[in-house]
């Protein structure tokens, strides 16, 4: 008789806004209990994640799965690297980049029954100053928001995001250099992110031509840019076309080192940190086993409901109004954040 597969759940009580016990009882009914057998381990402080599956992986289980947000993914990926225990994810965090990324859905149902499934897929890693990073990393205006706002996300992503808004105004763009595989260019830049996954969360795509498996980092540059292509850029954002925007420019590369006049945060995940001078920057190809579904051969068309994605971003409900009509919020939408931005 064949023996049953090992998981242990890893549960962050504190990440996103819903309780997780609804969720703990879905895995007792919905688990595939003929295939496997499970443990559930809540964490107590910031760190203990990673604790609990290096000691599940030093004892073979099988997978350990993250119930929790992106932070909570990290803790236990860092921990499951080069190891034959893969990563599962019952998203729960605000953001949850790698499980959008990874096609995982966002309700539990879904989230077990691709554990149930159990089908295994390799996915890249990437270092910053030795902190390793599944989604992005960076430095610039993101990493200084990851900073600032902390524990904004608990408040709402809406407050949230106008403080982002707000502070992007008078945010002052330093200058880097990039130290790449073909020689070293100069940009004076907003943020500077080096993504793995194609998106921070949320389905804001930042590096929407990011793969988890072609053993290489997208590193965006978003320049310095106006008030006025706000609107362009929020809309390209979140229609994975930001790599078309004029302010953006990008590469893709195996390793980078990122130099700046002084030392600063950098963030990994978007969790901040301070760092040197001098970053450097790596993917590591295939360092990291997941749960995630076949992708499907045919992808999905790029979405057209913007508005959708936007509202999901801020927290609200979708729409779900005609096309046209999503068009013309959506200019209304720029109009009104173009309105607030100039006002502040
Ligand atoms: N019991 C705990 N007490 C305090 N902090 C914890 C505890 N367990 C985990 N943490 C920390 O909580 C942080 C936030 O968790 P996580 O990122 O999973 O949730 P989130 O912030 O709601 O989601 P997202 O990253 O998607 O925004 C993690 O960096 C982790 O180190």
């Known amino acids: 008789m064949e023996t049953k597969k090992r998981i242990t759940f890893v549960v962050n009580p504190i990440s996103g806004t819903h309780g997780k016990e609804f969720i703990l009882r879905l895995i007792e009914k919905e688990l595939n209990h003929s295939i496997y057998d499970y443990s559930i381990r809540k964490t107590e402080y910031a760190g203990h994640a990673s604790e609990i599956a290096a000691h599940a992986a030093a004892e073979h289980t099988d997978i350990v799965v993250a119930i ?26 605000s953001g949850n980049g790698l499980a959008r990324h990874l096609h995982i859905p966002m309700e539990p149902k879904g989230a077990i029954n691709v554990l149930n499934a159990g089908n295994v897929k390799t996915i890249d890693y990437g270092i910053i100053d030795n902190h390793p990073f599944f989604c992005t990393c960076g430095v610039g205006f993101d990493a200084f928001v990851s900073l600032k706002f902390a524990d904004s996300g608990k408040r709402g992503l809406l407050t949230y995001l106008e ?23 100069r940009y004076k830049a907003f943020l500077i992110a080096c993504a793995n996954a194609s998106q921070y ?29 706000v609107p362009s850029l929020s809309f390209q954002l979140f229609n994975r076309t930001l ?41 590591i190809h295939q360092g990291l086993h997941v749960i995630a579904p076949i992708r ?5 068309s790029p979405p057209l409901n913007i508005l959708q994605h936007f509202t999901d971003f801020i927290g609200r409900r979708p ?3 005609a096309i046209a009509q ?7 939408l720029n109009h009104h954040i173009l309105r607030r931005l100039s006002k502040k």
């Open 326 to 332: 999503k068009h013309k919020q959506l200019l209304m």
């Open 243 to 283: 790599d078309q925007n004029s302010r953006i420019k990008t590469m893709k590369d195996k390793s980078i080192i990122i130099h700046r006049a002084k030392e600063g945060v950098f963030h990994f995940d978007g969790d901040p940190m301070m760092g040197g001078k001098d970053l450097k920057v790596e993917i």
């Open 68 to 93: 929790g947000g992106d932070g909570t993914i990290n803790e236990i990926g860092r921990a499951l690297i080069h190891t034959n225990t893969a990563m599962g994810i019952i998203p729960c965090g």
């Open 319 to 321: 729409i779900t109004s």
């Open 201 to 229: 969360g949320n389905n804001a795509y930042i590096a929407p031509q990011a793969s988890l498996t072609d053993g290489m980092m997208d590193i965006t540059v978003l320049e310095p840019f106006t008030v006025l292509d």
């Open 296 to 300: 499907p051969k045919q992808m999905p």
């Open 163 to 185: 403080n982002t808004l707000h502070e992007s105004l008078t945010y002052e763009p330093e200058t880097y250099e990039i130290e790449n595989s073909t020689g070293t260019v």
